[in-house]
């Protein structure tokens, strides 16, 4: 069995523009913020399930309007949050510099997107989220709303191996886990400084997570052991996280 050894890094870290935010997001930042998405002829679709064997291109946007007291300036980008792996997708292209003032009718577009680009499961559900940045830093200005809105794709091409490589970006660590060896009840990860193990399916569904206080080494027993486990991230006190693909 052929393992790679990796550290887990934000896929949606990027560099720092010029950016001004004139508030905190701890009261919901908008009055109004609702997804919007349109075919290639201008026709408003259901932003809550999206077929793109049926629309081919299609472009995504949304309707914001601040509320009092608050106020953003700076890049903008339109981002689904898988629910199950946390996996974020940017949507169509970044805005490089937005303004949103409060009382202000706004609607952000970030272009078309060919269907067959995006890369997403059938019937996973996926939060829809605008994000800021602050200092560099990512962040969801929709966070506080009350309001969170979802949506569901059928007729996407992409498979779960093809998924689940794009959510990590990848570097080598040492001293982290050496080997895995399942013995058809248990994982046991051989290795130093071993301090949580996390189990993914095939399907990006957590199946375990565990912290081991940095033992030497380290068995995962599961209740039902898994026949196609695709993923084990291992956290070490070497690094912040590290994972095998099984």
């Given at each position: 069995?052929?393992?790679?050894?990796?550290?887990?890094?934000?896929?949606?870290?990027?560099?720092?523009?010029?950016?001004?935010?004139?508030?905190?997001v701890i009261s919901p930042f908008f009055t109004m913020a609702f997804p919007s998405v349109s075919n290639s002829d201008g026709e408003g679709i259901s932003s809550e399930?999206?077929?793109?064997?049926?629309?081919?291109?299609?472009?995504?946007?949304?309707?914001?309007?601040?509320?009092?007291?608050?106020?953003?300036?700076?890049?903008?980008?339109?981002?689904?949050?898988?629910?199950?792996?946390?996996?974020?997708?940017?949507?169509?292209?970044?805005?490089?510099?937005?303004?949103?003032?409060?009382?202000?009718?706004?609607?952000?577009?970030?272009?078309?997107?060919?269907?067959?680009?995006?890369?997403?499961?059938?019937?996973?559900?996926?939060?829809?989220?605008?994000?800021?940045?602050?200092?560099?830093?990512?962040?969801?200005?929709?966070?506080?709303?009350?309001?969170?809105?979802?949506?569901?794709?059928?007729?996407?091409?992409?498979?779960?191996?093809?998924?689940?490589?794009?959510?990590?970006?990848?570097?080598?660590?040492?001293?982290?886990?050496?080997?895995?060896?399942?013995?058809?009840?248990?994982?046991?990860?051989?290795?130093?400084?071993?301090?949580?193990?996390?189990?993914?399916?095939?399907?990006?569904?957590?199946?375990?997570?565990?912290?081991?206080?940095?033992?030497?080494?380290?068995?995962?027993?599961?209740?039902?052991?898994?026949?196609?486990?695709?993923?084990?991230?291992?956290?070490?006190?070497?690094?912040?996280g590290s994972h095998k693909r099984l």
């Open positions: 069995m052929q393992m790679m050894l990796l550290l887990v890094k934000n896929p949606l870290n990027s560099t720092s523009n010029s950016v001004t935010i004139e508030s905190e399930k999206i077929n793109l064997n049926i629309e081919k291109v299609l472009s995504y946007g949304f309707l914001l309007n601040a509320s009092e007291g608050h106020s953003y300036s700076g890049p903008l980008s339109i981002v689904l949050e898988d629910v199950i792996t946390q996996k974020q997708i940017q949507v169509g292209a970044k805005i490089a510099h937005e303004d949103l003032v409060a009382g202000e009718m706004k609607v952000i577009n970030v272009g078309q997107v060919q269907s067959s680009s995006l890369k997403v499961l059938n019937k996973r559900s996926y939060k829809w989220m605008v994000m800021g940045e602050k200092n560099g830093v990512p962040f969801n200005l929709l966070e506080n709303q009350e309001d969170q809105y979802y949506v569901t794709f059928e007729g996407s091409k992409t498979t779960n191996q093809e998924y689940l490589t794009g959510i990590f970006d990848t570097q080598s660590v040492e001293n982290a886990a050496q080997r895995v060896v399942f013995d058809g009840a248990q994982w046991n990860i051989l290795g130093e400084n071993i301090t949580d193990v996390v189990l993914y399916g095939v399907d990006g569904k957590q199946l375990l997570s565990i912290k081991n206080n940095a033992k030497l080494d380290c068995p995962c027993c599961t209740s039902n052991p898994p026949q196609r486990a695709s993923l084990l991230c291992v956290g070490t006190t070497m690094a912040s």
